[in-house]
């Protein structure tokens, strides 16, 4: 009997967070986090996305601790195949607030942009196009994906709930 076997593998790949091999995964972060969903939803290649934290000590950020613990608000978007690089670059080129300038320090090294890659052909990507649209004055944080923790519910799809972001 293979159903077992099927429904052990089907709840391993669903439990590990493995994305369908239809899907590409992408993790960025810039401030908070529903700015960048709300940009990332726009674009049609994308499929779905998620609020959540990463880069910190503790294994169960909340709103309330991720920040103290080292965490960033980050959005793990879940991208059609073949549309990793189009959608990174309409990010390069149109996220509303830009990346934040390099010297400017006044809002603090949490609200550069930081993308996440998950292998070295994604990591080549980024790099590809930080060259090609980054210079002196904007950066573009590129690092290893970390874990993922999804943020609250109230913060999924915050914007839609309580405002429109233009």
């Not at 969903?37 to 049609?44: A, L, R, V, W, Y």
Request: charged residues 30%.
């Amino acid at each position: 009997m293979t159903y077992p076997i099927f429904t052990f593998i089907l709840i391993s790949l669903l439990i590990c967070g493995c994305t369908p091999k239809d899907e590409t995964t992408l993790m960025v972060s810039s401030a908070c986090f529903w700015k960048v969903q709300s940009f990332f939803d726009e674009n049609k290649n994308v499929i779905s996305s998620t609020c959540g934290y990463t880069g910190g000590k503790n294994q169960k950020p909340t709103y309330e601790n991720a920040k103290k613990n080292g965490h960033v608000e980050a959005v793990r978007v879940q991208i059609k195949k073949g549309d990793y690089e189009s959608v990174l670059k309409h990010f390069f080129e149109n996220f509303p607030a830009k990346r934040i300038k390099a010297k400017n320090e006044m809002h603090g090294k949490m609200f550069r942009a930081r993308i996440y890659y998950f292998d070295n052909k994604q990591k080549k990507v980024l790099e590809k196009l930080r060259a090609q649209y980054d210079d002196e004055e904007t950066i573009t944080v590129i690092l290893p994906a970390q874990e993922f923790y999804q943020a609250e519910d109230y913060h999924q799809d915050w914007y839609k709930k309580r405002c429109k972001i233009n």
